[in-house]
């Protein structure tokens, strides 16, 4: 998003200079200063306001109207009009800027617009114009030298660009219209037709089938070319860095785009090379320290390596550098002492070893470093925290080691500092407390040791977020005597993983706070409503502690409460019956009695896990009336009763009220990048979501809840009678468990309707019947167990039940047919030959999610789901480390079975 306003910046200002220069061309200075303006003409001030009669303003969310065209009258001149520049000599109307007035009108060839057959200057970006076959016409302004048609939210491919002959413009954009297509052919003929054009911006417009060698008929004139997110392919050609006028080029964004920097001859007046995502690959050449007037380039996340030329110190105009994650290293660190104007220097996932250098102190004009990701060791100097005008350090990721020593004189002006996932050793400096500028501080993951009190914080009052986590000697104090503190601007407050104690009542000052995370900690006894009471925040993490209580009550704007894994006793909490509660995680712990009918109010919810405790009961039913709502839980996507003790019929009704299950939006196509990695969370910037996922019978925590996990598990209690058919209208439901209760009757057909569904586990009941035949046509279906039922007849053959193996079936003397050895009498042999196995293929692994077993070969979603956990984890368990060559061949080859046995509940603590 940073990069996006950023760019936005650029394309503004382009834009200011160049009707600067349209306007102070075409208005010479008066002779004299008594000579009077010249009014507009009447036809010209007929015309705009025959334009504005056809105009309507649409104002939405994403289109903020300046209504300039509004305040246009008969009364004055139209001259004075906002968004008119007239020549000051002769009163033609030669610039109309209308830009973000969110207006919407289709620009026929009767548009009045083309009256104005003086226009010099044209600004018409932001607003919903359509143009209908009608480029011809903009050749009647045989004067206009820019033209910004940007993000024209009509715009398509209709608008055909290569019949404009304009032979004074200068300036076209074009930029940010999605729906338009320029092929090869038009692009040449408008490169051909343009030949004094000086800036060309098509960020964002489609030119997939542009082949990149059309680029050479651009004019020798240009001075600024973006080609930002075009979708172009191919080889870049290098003559294009060559244009001997060239100061701006943005080619990134185009991630098929291919090519490597000039070697040689390479000496232009450019200015700003950005390069991000895309292909370029090979060494950084010596000849990119001719470019002494450059000063920012960015090579983000191409394909870049080798070793940073010494003829980079020659770019003495630099003032940002970019060169992350490509494959650098740097064996001369000082050549970047000698940029004494740099301020942003990023090299964030390189191959940069050895000692953070010396030569970085030269840099008083720095303002962001960012270093992460990299191979660096050794001790973090403390003179990096007196860099003058340091705003911004970034050392994440690396192997940094021992103490930071104290400084006297720090830097004030700091305000982020990310130093986790090091090796960070001993106390945090007391210099750090003194940074009065600080607003986001993450020292997590290292091995630092303090006693952390309010005094230390008081100075912060401007901190919004600390991140202390996996620090296991760190721990908090409560004591406040004779301290005056307050966090008026602190959100967010990560403590997991240390070793606090006592919840932090300090906290309670803290009036903006929206994440307190102290899971994973040895708290202990009852949190009283006087400790937590005065905070209004939004997540709420205690999870994995040692708490016997908690007093909730209305935190104002309350969103999540995890509790998951304390020692929790008596009756479940009531949570606090905001509108936006969304969360409740109370698994593992020893609470008893029956779920509060009020539960039925929590219609927010889109996680509810009470699993592995002692409650008992009947689930209540939120049965529907003519005076309650027709859903009430429209969003509730996982809800966990697993092991416990409830019992009763399960209700049609349980299932009705769960509309988040029945119509959620499809992931598959276009929509799958977009959605499937949406997550279930409005403060993704402080906090990261989890699920406790078991790993060959190891219990993980993943960060991220993906919204895909749409999830169903009501093992092991003591539910009875059939399985009702309403289950089969939750079109959206992945994982289904139902397993080790005293369920009876056939299972439902309508099961066959959830074509989603990815796990289904049936066993342990009392079953009966066949196995529906509708159940071959869930070929997403990677998981299923209807082990130990009274099941019998054929078992259904083809598509995803050709990969299950016994263990999906044994227990049920009645069924017959493949995969198992017991053939069925109907006169023709079902069995189909078992599947063919690789001997020497044991790369996948055995994933038994707490609430689904993913197999290797799984669905569409849960393949994506896994792929995107390595991702994120950094960890392809599958991959990495090999599980059991022999034992587990079948399972791993195919899909994975799991054979579930009724879990003896654990102590809570050894």
Known sequence: MGRLIWFSQILCLSFMLLQFRVQSSSSPSQSSSDSPPHVCHPGERSALLDFKS???????????????IQTWNESKDCCLWEGITCDKRKGHVIGLDLSNNCLEANLTTNSSLFRLEKLQSLNLSANYFYFPNIPFRFNRWKSLRYLNLSDSRGMDGSLVFDEILLPKLVSLDLSVNYGLLLDNIKFQKLALNLTELRVLILASVNMSLVVPSSLLNLTSSLEHLSLRDCSLQGNFPSQVFHLPSLQFLDIGYNSHLRGNLPKSNWSTPLKYLYMIYTSFSGELPHSIGNLKHLEELDLYKCQFYGTIPRSLANLTEITSLDFSFNNFQVQNFGVFGKMHKLTHLIFRGNNFGGEIPTSIFNLTHLAFLSLSSNKLIGQIPSWLFSLPSLSFLDLQNNRLTR??????????????????????????????????????????????????????????????????????LLSLSNNVTGVNYSFPKLQSFIFSSCNVQKFPTFLRKAKSLLVLDISKNKISGHIHKWEIEGMSMARLHLSYNFLTGIDLFDLGQLEIVDLRSNLLQGSLPIPPTVWNFRRLLISGNNLTGEI????????????????????????????????????????????????????????????????????????????????????????????????????????????????????????????HGPIPKELGELKSLRLLNLSHNNLTGQIPTSLGNLSKLESLDLSSNRLEGRIPQQFTDLTFLSFLNLSHNELVGQIPQGKQFNTFLNDSYIGNSGLCGFPLPKKCYNGDDPGAPPPKFDEEDDSAALFNWKFALAGYGCGLVLGLSLGYIAFITGKPWGVVKKVEKYQQKFVERWNGMHKKKKIQKPNQRS
Not at 686 to 704: I, M, P
């Open 596 to 719: 509060p009918p009020s539960y039925c109010n929590l219609n927010s919810l889109d996680i509810l896990d009470l699993a592995n405790n002692s409650l008992e009961g009947k689930i209540p039913e939120c049965a529907i009336s003519n005076s309650m709502p027709a859903f009430y839980f429209p969003k509730l996507r996982i809800i966990d009763v697993a092991q416990n003790d409830f019992m009763g019929l399960l209700s049609s009704n349980y299932f009705k009220i769960l509309k988040g299950m029945r119509d959620a939006p499809s992931v598959e196509g276009e929509l799958a990048s977009i959605w499937i990695f949406k997550y279930m969370s409005r403060f993704p910037i402080y906090y990261q979501d989890s699920v406790d996922v078991v790993v060959k019978g190891q219990t993980r925590t993943l960060n991220r809840v993906l919204l895909i996990f749409t999830t169903i598990d009501f093992s092991s209690n003591r539910f």
């Open 54 to 68: 056809t105009t309507d303003v649409k104002a939405g969310y994403f289109c903020t109207p300046r209504r300039i």
């Open 403 to 472: 103490p930071i020593d104290h400084i006297e004189m720090p830097n004030l002006i700091l305000q982020e500092v990310y130093l986790s996932n090091n090796e960070i050793s001993g106390s945090i400096p007391s210099f750090f407390f003194d940074l009065m500028s600080l607003r986001k501080i993450d020292l997590s993951s290292n091995n630092l040791s303090e006693t952390i009190t309010p005094i230390m914080l008081s100075k912060l009052v401007d901190l919004e977020s600390l991140d202390f986590s996996n620090n296991g």
